[in-house]
């Protein structure tokens, strides 16, 4: 039996016997105890623990029609979605159960994420509570992890802005590249995910590219290093916007009105501002928003005389 499979069924919970076990009985379904403890080359006594605690854990049927006891190993794939659905029970359950005892939410600080399980899981729950706006620099691989959660933040009303490297859409969302996408594909050895929220929390992380394993991964929770992280992104969104209205010939006036469109879109006083309202003077930035209004109507007033 190969090692990387006593390995991943061992960070399911099993013991180095139920592993032998369970596979042997892949190979030879309705075997008997004694016919399994030879196949897997393990003990009778043994063997028939590991039967009883694998069969708790929803991995072996007992079949008892017949005139000896016999085993069956699920197939993988039935045995996951049984244990996802008793995960899922046991989540509501405890959810329920500890409403009022946590102590609240995981204070703000700089923590490190040693897993790609622990990665994907963070970024799936930023993308789930973010409010008003999600920036995303993403590589293919991890992408196709994170798809339906970009598009469920997005149908939720979170403007979603995406740095992509290979063509093709992502529903609900704005897609971005940059000019050679291709060449960073080519010279990177790892993939690359990162994801800030409504300036208050970001993820930055390098992961391996066969999937097990992280270069390294930083979910930052505080609100002044995520509004810095914010604004490198948005501002190479930008720059990469930009470039390509230029490209495309765009006229000065063009260019201003989207670049001025996604500012409005994406600088909003509820997922920036309002973040830094302890360091901000909201009334100066109010103000600072009715002028750039004054200014933006002035502009199009003049645009719209132009065209006649």
């Known amino acids: 039996m190969k090692e990387?499979?006593?390995?991943?069924?061992?960070?399911?919970?099993?013991?180095?016997?139920?592993?032998?076990?369970?596979?042997?009985?892949?190979?030879?379904?309705?075997?008997?105890?004694?016919?399994?403890?030879?196949?897997?080359?393990?003990?009778?006594?043994?063997?028939?623990?590991?039967?009883?605690?694998?069969?708790?854990?929803?991995?072996?049927?007992?079949?008892?029609?017949?005139?000896?006891?016999?085993?069956?190993?699920?197939?993988?794939?039935?045995?996951?979605?049984?244990?996802?659905?008793?995960?899922?029970?046991?989540?509501?359950?405890?959810?329920?159960?500890?409403?009022?005892?946590?102590?609240?939410s995981v204070e703000g600080g700089i923590y490190q994420l040693t897993t790609q399980d622990r990665v994907y899981g963070r970024a799936k729950m930023l993308l789930r509570e973010a409010k008003s706006v999600a920036l995303v620099d993403i590589f293919p691989t991890p992408l196709e992890h994170l798809r339906g959660d970009l598009e469920a933040a997005a149908k939720r009303g979170v403007h979603v802005w995406v740095l992509v490297y290979l063509p093709g859409g992502i529903k609900g969302c704005e897609v971005i590249a940059p000019k050679q996408p291709a060449m960073h594909l080519e010279i990177w050895k790892a993939d690359w995910m990162n994801i800030i929220v409504d300036s208050r929390e970001a993820l930055y992380s390098l992961l391996k590219k066969?999937?097990?394993?992280?270069?390294?991964?930083?979910?930052?929770?505080?609100?002044?290093?995520?509004?810095?992280?914010?604004?490198?992104?948005?501002?190479?969104?930008?720059?990469?916007?930009?470039?390509?209205?230029?490209?495309?010939?765009?006229?000065?006036?063009?260019?201003?009105?989207?670049?001025?469109d996604l500012s409005r879109r994406y600088i909003t006083d509820d997922s920036y501002y309002e973040v830094q309202r302890a360091w901000v003077d909201m009334d100066k930035v109010k103000e600072m928003r009715r002028r750039a209004d004054r200014e933006d109507a002035a502009l199009r007033r003049k645009a719209a005389k132009e065209k006649k």
């Open 210 to 260: 066969d999937g097990n394993g992280v270069h390294r991964a930083v979910w930052i929770k505080d609100p002044y290093l995520a509004l810095q992280a914010f604004s490198g992104a948005f501002h190479e969104f930008i720059f990469d916007r930009a470039g390509q209205l230029i490209w495309s010939g765009k006229s000065k006036d063009e260019l201003a009105a989207e670049l001025r």
């Open 4 to 104: 990387s499979v006593v390995d991943h069924l061992t960070e399911l919970g099993f013991s180095g016997a139920e592993a032998a076990v369970y596979v042997a009985l892949l190979s030879e379904p309705k075997a008997t105890g004694y016919r399994i403890a030879r196949l897997a080359g393990k003990p009778v006594p043994n063997t028939y623990k590991a039967l009883d605690a694998l069969h708790k854990k929803g991995a072996v049927i007992v079949d008892e029609t017949g005139r000896g006891r016999t085993y069956t190993a699920l197939p993988v794939g039935e045995f996951f979605e049984g244990m996802k659905r008793r995960l899922d029970t046991l989540r509501g359950h405890l959810e329920e159960e500890l409403k009022g005892l946590e102590a609240g």
